[in-house]
């Protein structure tokens, strides 16, 4: 599995930063586009860095309906038309091949799948490996206990990558062997502190392979 993040407060040389996030999924033979960040410009300016054509991308999905996580769709769906999983919060976009709105947890495919929108807001992705599951989330609104929790019923969560908020029940992160905060995160020198095991850096441009 490998996980690109393309969209980030932060970046690593060579690439731009913004407020927003998104990261390419790349897991049994399916390439995920998880969010869009904020604006297409820098999308895709990273994504040419990266190396990533829009056409190679099997799917789209949306984390939850703030502009910082969704307003590159539409950009993006001009250039190449794919299937959108959404949760109920979002605005159905244009010239999506297909839109799949996401009302609880699912399976998207064979070891892929989605928590639902929890809190009626934000859903995050999980794909099941040989390590346990890697959770994908992009701004963690309903709390991170509570993504855990409802990713339980896949598998035992070895992963949690992107944007944590505010979020402080650091207790609740102990059993994560690794950990890559992102976007929004408030505390992430508290993170690396306690978990500097765990802690992999994020931004723009960095490439984990699990």
């Known amino acids: 599995m490998k996980i690109t993040i393309i969209y980030d407060n932060t970046a690593l040389p060579g690439f731009q930063s913004d407020w927003g996030f998104s990261c390419l999924v790349e897991a049994y033979d399916k390439k995920i586009l998880f969010d869009t960040g904020a604006l297409s410009e820098i999308l895709f300016f990273n994504m040419e860095r990266l190396k990533i054509r829009p ?8 984390s939850h309906h703030h502009w910082d996580h969704f307003g590159g769709l539409t950009d993006l769906l001009e250039c190449h038309s794919v299937p959108v999983y959404l949760p109920p919060s979002c605005v159905e976009p244009s010239r999506a091949q297909r839109v799949i709105w996401v ?108």
């Open 103 to 210: 009302e609880q947890p699912l399976q998207i495919h064979p070891h892929i799948f989605s928590t639902g929108p929890l809190g009626g807001i934000e859903q995050s992705l999980v794909v099941e490996t040989e390590k346990g599951l890697v959770i994908i989330v992009g701004c963690s609104h309903p709390g991170v206990d509570v993504i855990l929790e409802t990713a339980n019923q896949f598998g035992k969560p070895y992963a949690l990558i992107g944007g944590l908020h505010g979020f402080r029940k650091f207790d609740c992160l102990s059993k994560l062997k690794l950990i890559c905060p992102t976007h929004c995160t408030q505390f992430k020198s508290e993170i690396k502190a306690d978990f500097p095991q765990a802690y992999v850096e994020g931004g723009a441009g960095k490439v984990i392979e699990i």
């Open 55 to 62: 056409e190679s991308i099997d799917e789209v999905f949306i």
